[in-house]
């Protein structure tokens, strides 16, 4: 499986990811976070983004705001200060492409108006990596959900962790990725995953621990 973008097939899965340019910061704060969020459930829909209402609706009523149809289906995703991953699948043709695209422009122009920039804020083209195996689907949706690992074991990646039930509970709480959806947390921004997708990738999840070293080991590999 190849690191570069690659042409995108319908009802396949892909890891997309990208960082922002010159390694900066793209989410500065809870703010951010948020309208990042919102995006990706706003985003994923055949009809235009209306930005008029995102100042007038309050961030748990965006996820539950009706859509058209979806261009893919979100299995996974997880935010960090300067880089995101995203668990999708391709269901209409051309959808992935256009999803990131709106994600991107439309996240960048809130940055750069926030912070009376312009430019690019995130690398281009964006990264991508074809799942072709099933069993290997799950295993890569929980590696992007344990990115924020670092956070609170610097170490992990080397195969340190001090306490695996704490880091645990620190992923579970972490705000900004789909973890705790799986986890039977009840948040209005689970509205952003497909549920069929949740459903299918809910099924069989290796434990913690054993993801934890293969994890370290995946990401070791992946060049972004």
């Known amino acids: 499986m190849g690191y570069r973008r690659v042409p995108f097939a319908v009802d396949e899965w892909y890891h997309c990811f990208s960082r922002g340019v010159d390694k900066r910061i793209t989410f500065e704060d809870a703010q951010d976070f948020n309208r ?10 055949t009809k235009p983004i209306d930005r008029n209402f995102f100042p007038n609706t309050a961030h748990d009523d965006i996820f539950s705001r009706p859509r058209e149809a979806p261009l893919v289906a979100v299995g996974a995703y997880c935010l960090m200060r300067n880089h995101f991953h995203l668990l999708l699948q391709e ?79 620190d992923l579970l709480d972490y705000p900004h990725s789909s973890f705790p959806d799986y986890y039977g947390v009840r948040r209005p921004a689970r ?29 070791r590999e992946l060049k972004y």
Do not use: C
């Open 191 to 219: 509205t952003i995953l497909d549920t069929a997708a949740r459903d299918l990738l809910n099924d069989g999840m290796p434990r913690s621990k054993t993801l934890l070293m293969e994890a370290a080991t995946y990401y």
């Open 91 to 169: 269901i209409t043709d051309g959808g992935i492409t256009r999803f990131m695209r709106k994600l991107g422009t439309g996240y960048t122009m809130y940055f750069n108006m926030k912070n009376e920039r312009i430019g690019n804020l995130f690398v281009k083209p964006f990264r991508s990596k074809h799942i072709a195996e099933d069993v290997y689907l799950r295993h890569v949706a929980h590696y992007i959900h344990l990115n924020p690992a670092e956070i609170f074991e610097h170490g992990w990646k080397q195969g340190s962790v001090v306490n695996i039930k704490s880091l645990e509970q």
């Open 36 to 45: 990042f969020e919102q995006l990706l459930y706003l985003a994923n829909d």
